[in-house]
C-alpha cells in the first residue's frame, strides 16, 4: 500500500517446491497487488484476515491451488480473508474456505479448472468459464453478481437461479431474462435465471421502476420493455438523444386524467412493438411542430391523433381512431399494414402526403 515493490523467489517448505507467488501472497500487507511474474506451481494461500489483489493481467497461468482462508480438519479455519483478482488468465483450482471469506472475481475472464466455495465462503462472478463449479448445498444464483446467470457451454442452456446443483463446463454471462415469469399481482416480473425483480427493462437491463427505466430511456434512447401496466403522471416524452422503442409485451400504458395522452417532443422518433399481440397505449398526441415521428409495428392504440407536420408509419398492429388536424405540407401518412377502425382528415393541404399500401380500413 505504501507503493514498494518486492520481488519473490521460487523455494522450498518441508521440501516442497513453492512458488514465489506462494510466498508474496504470505508476506504481502493487506491492500496490497501481488502479481504472478513466473515460476513453478504458482499459488498460495491468502490467511491472516487480510485482503489482498491478485493481478494476472500479464497472462500468466496459475497452475496451483489458490486459497481464500485456510481450514484443518479439527481447527475452526482462518476468516475475514478477501482475493479480488483482476485479469485474464487460467487458474487450475481455487478454493473459498468456510468462515468469511470472500472471492472476487467481478474483474476477471478467464477460466477456472476447479472452484470449490465451500460453505459460509462467498464468490462474486461477472464473467469467466469453469470445468467444474462446487457449491455446497449454495445456490447458483449467490455467487452471480446482479445481472449475470450462468449457461452451460456445449448446450447454451440457462442454470436456474435457485440450482444447488455442482455445475460443469458453464460460462457466466450477462442475463438474457428469458426465464421470465410474470409475478401474481401484475406488479412486474422475476427472472429464473439471474434472480432479478423487476417492473422494465431497457436494452435488457433490469428496472426496479418503470419510471426509473422511461428517464434513462428518454435520455440515451434504446428498447424499453414492460413487464406491468404503466400510468404515467405526465405524458410528456422530452428526449436526449438516439432512437426510442417500446415493447409494449402485453401490458397497458396510459396518463393519468381521461384523454390525456403521451406528447413525444424535440424530435423524438418513437417506435412501438408489442411481443405478445395484446399490449395498448391509450392516447398518443403526435404535435408537428415537435418534428417527431410515430411507427407502430404491433400493439394496439385507442386514439392517436397527429397535427401538421408530424410523421405516422402504420406498419402492423391496430389504431382505434386515428385523427389527422391542421395539416401542412410537411404532414406525411403512410399505412403500410395493420388495421385502422376510423380515420379522420381535416384541413387537408396542399402537398401533404397520405398513402395507404396495405392493411386493412
Known amino acids: 500500500p505504501d507503493g514498494t515493490t518486492t520481488y519473490y523467489a521460487d523455494g522450498y517448505v518441508n ?13 504481502a500487507e493487506t491492500g496490497s497487488t501481488v502479481a ?3 515460476g513453478k506451481y504458482l499459488g498460495g494461500y491468502v490467511t491472516g484476515g487480510k485482503t489482498l489483489t491478485l493481478d494476472v493481467s500479464n497472462g500468466k497461468t496459475i497452475d496451483g491451488i489458490l486459497n481464500v482462508g485456510y481450514t484443518n480438519t479439527g481447527d475452526t479455519g482462518d476468516t475475514g480473508n478477501k482475493l479480488i483478482v483482476r485479469g485474464s488468465t ?38 469467466g468459464t469453469f470445468a467444474k463449479l462446487y457449491l455446497d448445498s449454495a445456490t447458483a444464483g449467490s455467487l452471480l453478481a446482479k445481472g449475470y446467470a450462468f449457461q452451460n457451454v456445449a448446450t447454451g442452456a440457462y442454470v436456474e437461479y435457485s440450482s444447488t446443483a455442482d455445475m460443469e463446463n458453464v460460462k457466466v454471462v450477462k442475463c438474457p431474462h428469458s426465464g421470465v415469469t410474470l409475478k401474481k399481482d401484475h406488479t412486474g416480473a422475476e427472472c429464473k435465471y439471474c434472480g432479478a425483480s423487476f417492473a422494465a427493462t431497457l436494452n435488457d437491463a433490469p428496472y426496479d421502476t418503470i419510471d426509473a427505466a422511461i428517464t434513462d430511456w428518454l435520455k440515451n434512447g434504446g428498447t424499453l420493455k414492460l413487464y406491468a401496466d404503466y400510468t404515467a403522471a405526465d405524458g410528456t416524452w422530452s428526449i436526449g438523444s438516439g432512437s426510442h422503442t417500446v415493447d409494449l409485451n402485453g401490458h397497458k400504458m396510459s396518463v393519468q386524467g381521461d384523454g390525456n395522452a403521451f406528447k413525444p417532443t424535440n424530435n423524438m422518433h418513437l417506435t412501438v412493438t408489442d411481443s405478445t399481440g395484446i399490449g395498448q397505449i391509450t392516447n398518443i398526441l403526435l404535435d408537428g411542430d415537435q418534428r417527431g415521428s410515430f411507427t407502430l409495428k404491433s400493439g394496439y392504440v385507442c386514439n392517436l391523433e397527429m397535427t401538421g407536420g408530424a410523421v405516422v408509419t402504420l406498419e402492423g398492429g391496430r389504431v382505434d ?7 401542412s405540407a410537411r404532414t406525411n401518412l403512410s399505412i403500410q399494414g395493420g388495421s385502422l377502425g376510423k380515420l379522420n382528415i381535416e384541413d387537408w393541404a396542399d402537398d401533404m402526403h397520405v398513402s395507404a399500401t396495405g392493411g386493412s380500413l
Not at 15 to 27: E, R
Not at 321 to 327: A, E, G, H, P, Y
Open 321 to 327: 381512431n386515428l385523427d389527422v388536424k391542421n395539416c
Open 36 to 38: 504472478a511474474l513466473g
Open 15 to 27: 521440501n516442497n517446491v513453492k512458488s514465489g507467488l506462494h510466498f508474496a501472497i504470505k508476506a
Open 90 to 127: 487460467e487458474i487450475s483450482y481455487v478454493i473459498v474456505a468456510p468462515g468469511d471469506n470472500t472471492l472476487d472475481l467481478t474483474g476477471w475472464t478467464g477460466r477456472i479448472g476447479f472452484l470449490n466455495v465451500q460453505k459460509g465462503g462467498t464468490a462474486t462472478l461477472n464473467g
